[in-house]
């Protein structure tokens, strides 16, 4: 089942044409190396995206469940958006990025981090309601592997415009401008 082919012909991943495994290039369309190397059948079957949305949900679901777990003291039932809230330490401590984590505290990692945190129920919900939306269309687009470095890119430039921005902005007036001192989420991605 998840064995590679040596032999015969595999669908083009970008035009969709037969063509053959070990063929440099796709008579139709161009792409180099269609049959990769004979995995491609194996990737096919993970879907357009290369099973990226699953993992995206699964992993952001059970980081919430981790943030939830690490302070359950500190576990906001506030309002609607901040029903099921992590505290604000467990999310630090789990790699919440902005301002003062990536500034402050010299953590750049956490712009990797941050994307898959989020801040509460209805923030994860959403959040993963518009990954499972947006990242199939965006593979259908430019393909498996470019749309996990377009989310990926996406993501990093995102919390540091942010982080950056509070910086910078932190103490004007105008909301939208100032940027976050401390974020999460998927949002940044999209």
């Known amino acids: 089942m998840f064995q590679r082919r ?19 290039a796709c008579w139709n369309c161009g792409r180099r190396n269609p049959g990769m190397w ?12 290369f099973g990226f949305v699953p993992l995206v949900i699964a992993g ?12 359950p003291r500190g576990v906001r ?4 958006l901040t029903f099921m809230a992590p ?9 919440a990025s902005g301002a003062l ?12 981090s941050a994307g898959w945190l ?10 993963m309601l518009w990954v499972r939306q947006l990242a199939p269309a965006t593979a259908e687009l430019y393909g498996g592997a470019r749309m996990i470095i377009i989310y990926t890119i996406s993501s990093v430039c995102g919390f540091l ?22 974020t999460v989420g998927a949002s940044a991605a999209m």
């Open 77 to 80: 039932a506030g309002g609607a």
């Open 118 to 127: 989020h801040g509460g129920i209805l923030h994860l919900m959403f959040n």
């Open 161 to 182: 415009l942010s982080s950056t921005a509070y910086l910078l902005f932190g103490r004007l007036p105008l909301p939208m401008l100032r940027g976050a001192g401390f």
């Open 38 to 49: 004979g995995f491609a059948p194996v990737l096919q079957r993970l879907g357009n995206d």
């Open 6 to 24: 040596k032999t015969g012909s595999v669908i083009c991943p970008s035009c969709g044409k037969l063509v053959g495994v070990r063929d440099p």
């Open 87 to 95: 505290s604000l330490r467990s999310l630090l401590h789990f790699g």
């Open 60 to 71: 952001c679901s059970v980081l919430y469940a981790a943030t939830l777990l690490a302070d």
């Open 101 to 112: 984590p990536v500034f402050g505290l010299g953590r750049w990692w956490t712009v990797l």
